[in-house]
């Protein structure tokens, strides 16, 4: 016996379902942003004028500057009675988080203080001055 007639429906015909491309999430726009904006304040230091090597020192000067005031305003808003659910929390956190959680996994309390946040401002003023030794 063999399939009848209304056997081969409209999902049968169909191949396989098309696979949808995924949005990147928020922590990925604030990192664009913030490369971005080190970028044009970079521009806006040299005079618009490109030079390779001036315009990475100064994009990880600024890049790095930039983490650095957002590691010190996180710090100081967790005094702060104000909820994770805050848009500029959480805008924070997603600029600070991939900095600040491997050092907390390398770094323990020192009793109820969390001291990454000034080992990683110090790393953070550390590395323009690295990059700065490397390049010509």
């Given amino acids: 016996m063999g399939r009848p007639w209304w056997y081969?429906?409209?999902?049968?015909?169909?191949?396989?379902?098309?696979r949808r491309l995924k949005a990147p999430k928020r922590r990925f726009w604030v990192w664009l942003s913030?490369?971005?904006?080190?970028?044009?304040l970079t521009?806006?230091?040299?005079?618009f004028k490109f030079a390779l090597f001036p315009w990475i020192r100064g994009t990880?000067?600024?890049?790095?500057?930039?983490l650095s005031v957002g590691i010190f305003?996180?710090?100081?808003?967790?005094w702060l009675?104000?909820?994770?659910?805050?848009?500029?929390?959480?805008?924070l956190d997603d600029a600070t988080e991939p900095i600040l959680w491997p050092l907390r996994r390398a770094i323990p309390l020192i009793g109820?203080?969390?001291?990454?946040?000034?080992?990683a401002?110090?790393?953070?003023?550390?590395?323009?001055?690295l990059v700065d030794r490397v390049l010509p």
């Avoid at 990880?60 to 930039?66: I, S």
């Avoid at 305003?73 to 967790?78: H, V, Y």
């Avoid at 401002?121 to 001055?129: A, C, F, R, T």
Wanted: aromatic residues 14%.
């Fill in 8 to 18: 081969d429906s409209y999902w049968e015909k169909q191949g396989a379902p098309r």
């Fill in 34 to 40: 913030l490369v971005v904006f080190a970028l044009l």
């Fill in 43 to 47: 521009a806006a230091s040299t005079g």
């Fill in 60 to 66: 990880v000067f600024y890049l790095c500057r930039l």
């Fill in 73 to 78: 305003l996180r710090a100081m808003i967790s």
């Fill in 81 to 91: 009675p104000i909820g994770g659910y805050n848009k500029f929390v959480m805008v």
């Fill in 112 to 119: 109820r203080f969390d001291v990454t946040p000034l080992v």
């Fill in 121 to 129: 401002i110090l790393v953070l003023y550390l590395i323009p001055v």
